[in-house]
């Protein structure tokens, strides 16, 4: 399978703490997309970082990509009680094909 | 509000009924994608069709098939439903090329009885 892991599987922190996922992939990329489901819905595009990039930034969001060891964080900073979700890293493994790992699942307690 | 629409949120099927999942993007997208998603598995792309009458095999193609006569309708079809079917059914659509995002729609949780 060219599938994905994140790491942790699930991370509870406290609002105001910062959140941090990690992303493994195995083949050669594009680029690596990060998104958010939100309970029983579909998922948000968050944020892309192309293979030639290091670190990019949105908003509370800062994303880092290391393609020689092919991983890829994500960190939320200042987090809320809006940040629960599960959280995703994808990878364009093909042509106009993304390879999704199994995903983050954040709580973040009031 | 640019959107992915799927025809049901909920759906409930008998064992070998032939199902239709409908997806419709508004955005004029060329490519379109149907995952399926089960705990602890993720998302797995089971077709997607980069142009209008084109389909491509994802990973997971057995049991389904799918049509696209239009640009902005994707459709997903298991043709004899069986109860390892039952799973949240995600439509998606991007732009042509490989520095777009996916859009998604709601998703269809299909329960196979």
């Known amino acids: 399978s060219q599938q994905g892991e994140e790491d942790p599987q699930a991370l509870s922190i406290q609002e105001g703490e910062n959140a941090t996922m990690n992303c493994s992939y195995k083949?050669?990329?594009?680029?690596l997309q990060w998104y958010r489901q939100n309970s029983g819905r579909g998922l948000v595009h968050l944020i892309l970082?192309?293979?030639?990039?290091r670190e990019k930034h949105s908003g509370r969001l800062r994303v880092t990509l290391d393609t020689s060891k092919k991983s890829s964080s994500l960190l939320i900073t200042a987090s809320r009680a809006a940040d629960t979700a599960s959280y995703f890293c994808?990878?364009?493994?093909?042509?106009?094909?993304?390879?999704f790992g199994a995903g983050t699942r954040l709580a973040v307690h009031p | 509000d640019v959107k992915v629409t799927q025809s049901s949120r909920y759906l409930v099927k008998r064992t070998g009924e032939k199902v239709f999942l409908e997806c419709v993007q508004d955005?004029?997208?060329?490519?379109m994608f149907w995952y399926r998603q089960d705990p602890g598995l993720g998302l797995r792309l089971i077709y997607f069709?980069?142009?209008?009458?084109?389909?491509e095999k994802g990973d997971i193609p057995e049991g389904y098939s799918v049509s696209r006569e239009k640009k902005e309708r994707f459709s997903l079809i298991l043709e004899s439903a069986s109860t390892n079917q039952t799973s949240m059914y995600l439509c998606?659509?991007?732009?042509?090329?490989?520095?777009?995002?996916?859009?998604f729609g709601s998703g269809t949780r299909l329960t196979v009885v």
């Open positions: 083949t050669s990329i594009n680029n």
């Open positions: 069709s980069y142009d209008v009458k084109m389909k």
């Open positions: 970082i192309r293979s030639n990039e």
């Open positions: 998606a659509s991007s732009r042509q090329g490989t520095l777009w995002g996916y859009t």
């Open positions: 955005m004029d997208h060329e490519n």
């Open positions: 994808a990878n364009s493994g093909g042509y106009n094909k993304l390879i």
